[in-house]
């Protein structure tokens, strides 16, 4: 005799339906953490502060946050007020780069807080003023660097092995002129090091691709070069597009190596 039919009583008592897996209610609060204050989004109403707690545990020790240090695991040092009690928090969509006292280091000075107790660690490597190679406009910012694949990984973009500040465009294999091989250059550095004042191209057998994040094999200090059909190239001119190897003055093309 098989079990009896689920009826409405049945129905009631097993709840609503369970959410999908891997799938997570919205969440509208979030913090942000600077040099002492907490910085919340308040545009929703139901954003939760989740800053508050802490705020209250730190007024009932008497004591204030202050900046990361490495002995806490990258948490907040914590000193006796000493009439300096923890300060409100600030509106994070209200609050301008020009009203934060930031610090700039190679280590975290910062954290961002949302759905209660995701944290990530904030570095400020660089503070900087728009320069014309920027996005003009302001719709664009904030401005994403990393971008992430299909599967959800994220793209982690290099900067250029020479210059150390712009992205990198360009990988270039055997090239007697680089530091390391391959190398990884923007296309101004790339043009510095390979083009003469007459427009010639130096080093002319040097094999040269786009760069592509998606290919960076960072865990292996190497790179994967997918198979591209090679492709002669002019004296004088450009890097060649993407799928092919650049080689000039007629010369036969250089064979890629896989690393």
Same mark, same amino acid.
């Given at each position: 005799?098989?079990?009896?039919?689920?009826? !409405?009583?049945?129905?009631?008592?097993?709840?609503?339906?369970?959410?999908?897996?891997?799938?997570?209610?919205?969440?509208?609060?979030? /913090?942000? /953490?600077?040099?002492?204050?907490?910085?919340?989004?308040?545009? /929703?109403?139901?954003?939760?502060?989740?800053?508050?707690?802490?705020?209250?545990?730190?007024?009932?020790?008497?004591?204030? !946050?202050?900046?990361?240090? @490495?002995?806490?695991?990258?948490?907040?040092?914590?000193?006796?007020?000493?009439?300096?009690?923890?300060?409100?928090?600030?509106?994070? *969509?209200?609050?301008?780069?020009?009203?934060?006292?930031?610090?700039?280091?190679?280590? @975290?000075?910062?954290?961002?807080?949302?759905?209660?107790?995701?944290? $990530?660690?904030?570095?400020?490597?660089?503070?900087?003023?728009? *320069?014309?190679?920027? %996005?003009?406009?302001?719709?664009? /910012?904030?401005?994403?660097?990393?971008?992430?694949?299909?599967?959800?990984?994220?793209?982690?973009?290099?900067?250029?092995?020479?210059?150390?500040?712009?992205?990198?465009?360009?990988?270039? $294999?055997?090239?007697?002129?680089?530091?390391?091989?391959?190398?990884?250059?923007?296309?101004?550095?790339?043009?510095?090091? *390979?083009?003469?004042?007459?427009?010639?191209?130096?080093?002319?057998?040097?094999?040269?691709? !786009?760069?592509? !994040?998606?290919?960076?094999?960072?865990?292996?200090?190497?790179?994967?070069?997918?198979?591209?059909?090679?492709?002669?190239?002019?004296?004088?001119?450009? %890097?060649? %597009?993407?799928?092919?190897?650049?080689?000039?003055?007629?010369?036969?093309?250089?064979?890629?190596?896989?690393?």
């Amino acid at each position: 005799m098989g079990p009896p039919a689920a009826g !409405p009583a049945a129905a009631a008592a097993a709840g609503p339906a369970a959410a999908p897996l891997g799938s997570l209610p919205a969440s509208h609060g979030s /913090y942000v /953490y600077l040099e002492g204050r907490f910085f919340v989004d308040v545009r /929703y109403p139901e954003a939760e502060d989740y800053s508050r707690p802490i705020r209250e545990l730190c007024r009932a020790h008497g004591v204030r !946050p202050t900046a990361l240090r @490495p002995d806490r695991g990258w948490r907040p040092g914590l000193v006796g007020e000493a009439g300096q009690p923890v300060p409100e928090p600030a509106a994070m *969509h209200e609050t301008r780069l020009a009203d934060l006292s930031v610090r700039t280091a190679n280590h @975290p000075t910062g954290i961002f807080c949302h759905r209660a107790c995701c944290e $990530h660690l904030i570095f400020i490597r660089d503070v900087r003023r728009w *320069h014309p190679g920027d %996005p003009p406009c302001r719709s664009a /910012y904030p401005l994403q660097l990393r971008h992430r694949d299909r599967a959800g990984v994220p793209l982690v973009r290099r900067r250029c092995g020479l210059c150390e500040s712009r992205p990198a465009e360009l990988v270039t $294999h055997d090239d007697p002129l680089a530091p390391s091989n391959p190398c990884i250059m923007c296309r101004e550095c790339f043009d510095m090091l *390979h083009i003469s004042s007459r427009g010639e191209r130096i080093a002319p057998a040097v094999s040269v691709q !786009p760069y592509n !994040p998606a290919l960076d094999i960072a865990s292996q200090g190497a790179w994967a070069i997918p198979p591209a059909p090679p492709a002669a190239q002019g004296r004088g001119s450009s %890097p060649t %597009p993407p799928g092919a190897a650049a080689t000039a003055g007629g010369n036969k093309p250089t064979a890629k190596r896989r690393r």
